[in-house]
């Protein structure tokens, strides 16, 4: 079991940055592959990034190549996401998760088991 709490959300002018965090409780957090996921009004949560258990490989939607970063700290059982020169088509609700056993990296919603309460995230234009 692995318990996922966000952090680090807020309002934040287009142009400027914001870094997520996620906190996970359980020993075995280091195994898991982990990603964010975010949600706007009205629309179907979509990808944004994914990080292997080692931090070795990453993958992100293209909406955020270039601007936003994923990275992880085992040892503090932590995962970030540095979100630079924010657009106000970022806006949504943030989510971090934790991939199935087995899972190497994915985009896919239904390979993630576990899942934090999210982050909002505002970006005023």
């Known amino acids: 079991q692995v318990q996922l709490v966000e952090s680090g959300g807020g309002l934040v002018q287009a142009g400027g940055s914001l870094r997520l965090s996620c906190a996970a409780s359980?020993?075995?957090?280091?195994?898991?592959?982990m990603a964010w996921f975010r949600q706007s009004p009205g629309k179907e949560r979509q990808f944004v990034a994914a990080i292997t258990w080692s931090g070795a490989s990453t993958y992100y939607a293209d909406s955020v190549k270039g601007r936003f970063t994923i990275s992880r700290d085992n040892a503090k059982n932590t995962m970030y996401l540095q979100m630079n020169s924010l657009k106000p088509e970022d806006t949504a609700v943030y989510y971090c998760?934790?991939?199935?056993?087995?899972?190497?990296?994915?985009?896919?919603?239904?390979?993630?088991?576990?899942w934090g309460q999210g982050t909002q995230v505002t970006v005023s234009s």
């Open positions: 359980g020993r075995t957090f280091s195994s898991h592959t």
């Open positions: 998760a934790a991939g199935l056993s087995g899972v190497e990296i994915s985009r896919r919603l239904y390979e993630y088991a576990y």
